[in-house]
């Protein structure tokens, strides 16, 4: 389930320049190590 939501969400999430980043300081744990893997920059 986790593999889903990495390829299905946390990739599509905006980078620090667009609008809407500041969803990512919502994530919870989890979702919040797993983004930092994929994009260490944000």
């Known amino acids: 389930m986790t593999e889903v939501i990495t390829t299905s969400f946390l990739h599509y999430l905006p980078f620090p320049s667009e609008p809407g980043h500041e969803l990512v300081g919502h994530l919870g ?4 190590r797993k983004f930092k893997e994929l994009r260490p920059g944000g």
Do not use: Q
């Open 29 to 32: 744990p989890a979702m919040a």
